[in-house]
């Protein structure tokens, strides 16, 4: 299996954790010197970089949370004056203001040089034509596996998402060879393929490389077998990078992460206690490399465990286990991130004051869809018919303003849904396969 950075995939737990350490010594001082947020936070509590000797010491600085994010929104985060950022890209955060990650010249750099190990390790090699099916903007995931597959030397196709027809017709005439996407945008080109009478066989695809959302084993068993290829998981998110943070090798058993450049912790999500190798709890990661944005003990929200033996393909570095669950009520719909607080806040709105609401999460076909069904109040049902139905307009197209997401919405009978045991309504109810 072919390794594209060996000397930092293969190191030995001690030279690794050295590494670590004094990499995370000098962002700790960085962050200090430049971002405000970090000076107020270490000073508060008397922390030095100097204190950090080991990396257990990293439990005693305070976790970074996505509220920080959007106390700083824009930039105030940012670890260089803006002149040095190259790049700008942005994802949903918990209010309808988003998450604003820069990079520099240097970021971009080292951002493509990760993923093109993620690439390699799922076996993308220069001979590779690799298809983005990926959103081209200021979502991560379209650049990011971009930029590494061109660092790798393969020909990259930018599709960008949607055109499912032409995506297939670029696949049999470019003689696409590994596909870059969503597992379920990768399911969607599997079953319009199949409504087209395509058989998988007449293509030339091989890899396929899915992350953006979390999938199961099953789903991995049926896009390899419908789509005829080899399917690999990779991980990242905003705050941190983007895709790049860790990634499949062909041994599909655990995602490795880039500890050169992040430090994975697992947490106890409810007391922040950070828990031994093999546990099962909320993903934390400190970068270690990047200039603009650096983060120091983000909390991810995503539920992992991380496992330190040596992998087969010969990589030491940790693999954590795949990210099927979260600690908070965040949603993937078609690879957005949404939070029902969102949702809520949008009808809240619309209706001036407190609805009884549901969402309902579907896959139709291959497609997620969202259904958001409010109970009828006083103030609703004394509407006329025609004003009722300029309320749903509205409520739909604040929340498509506000999530990007095009969802439907059906107003019911009130008390109509289900209260649960402590009286209160369920607020997603998420009927989508794994
Ligand atoms: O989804 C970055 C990315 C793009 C990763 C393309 C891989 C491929 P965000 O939009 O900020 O960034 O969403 C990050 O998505 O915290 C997870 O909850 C979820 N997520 C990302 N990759 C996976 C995965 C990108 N492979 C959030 N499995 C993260 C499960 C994933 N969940």
Request: with cysteine.
């Amino acid at each position: 299996m072919s390794i594209w950075d060996e000397k930092n995939e293969c190191m030995s737990r001690d030279e690794m954790e050295q590494l670590q350490l004094e990499r995370l010594q000098a962002v700790m001082n960085r962050v200090h010197k430049n971002v405000v947020h970090y000076r107020k936070t270490f000073d508060a509590l008397g922390i030095i970089a100097e204190d950090v000797r080991s990396l257990s010491d990293l439990a005693k600085i305070p976790f970074t949370t996505k509220e920080d994010l959007l106390i700083n929104y824009p930039y105030g985060m940012f670890a260089v004056p803006l002149r040095e950022v190259v790049r700008i890209h942005s994802s949903s955060g918990t209010t309808g203001k988003p998450i604003v990650a820069g990079y520099t010249k240097n970021d971009i750099r080292m951002w493509s040089d990760l993923v093109a190990r993620l690439m390699t390790a799922a076996g993308v090699t220069h001979d590779d034509l690799v298809q983005i099916a990926f959103g081209y903007g200021v979502f991560t995931g379209a650049f990011g596996m971009h930029y590494g597959a061109e660092a790798i030397g393969a020909s990259v196709i930018p599709m960008g998402t949607g055109n499912t027809d032409k995506q297939i017709t670029i696949m049999q005439d470019y003689k696409t060879t590994a596909l870059v996407s969503t597992p379920g945008y990768a399911l969607a080109l599997a079953q319009r393929m199949e409504q087209l009478g395509i058989n998988p066989n007449a293509l030339n695809l091989k890899t396929g490389l899915f992350g953006g959302e979390p999938w199961s084993e099953k789903t991995r068993a049926e896009i390899e077998r419908r789509l005829m290829l080899t399917a690999t998981d990779n991980y990242g998110l905003s705050e941190v990078i983007g895709p790049g943070v860790a990634g499949e090798c062909l041994c599909k058993n655990g995602l490795h992460i880039y500890e050169d450049s992040f430090i994975p912790e697992i947490i106890d999500p409810d007391t922040g206690k950070v828990l031994s190798p093999g546990q099962s709890g909320e993903l934390v990661l400190t970068t270690l490399t990047k200039e603009a944005f650096p983060m120091i003990r983000y909390r991810t929200g995503d539920i992992t465990s991380l496992n330190y033996a040596k992998c087969d393909c010969g990589r030491t570095l940790a693999r954590m286990r795949k990210v099927m669950q979260r600690s908070d009520d965040m949603l993937i719909i078609k690879g957005v991130n949404i939070f029902p607080a969102q949702i809520e806040e949008a009808l809240f709105r619309v209706a001036q004051g407190e609805t009884p609401y549901q969402i309902i999460v579907e896959r139709k076909g291959a497609m997620d869809s969202v259904e958001i069904i409010v109970e009828v109040t006083d103030k609703i049902f004394s509407l006329e018919l025609q004003k009722q139905r300029s309320f749903l307009e509205t409520v739909k197209k604040r929340i498509s303003d506000q999530t990007g997401i095009n969802v439907d919405v059906k107003l019911v009978e009130a008390k109509s849904i289900p209260r649960q045991q402590d009286g209160k309504i369920a607020r997603v109810v998420d009927k989508r396969p794994m």
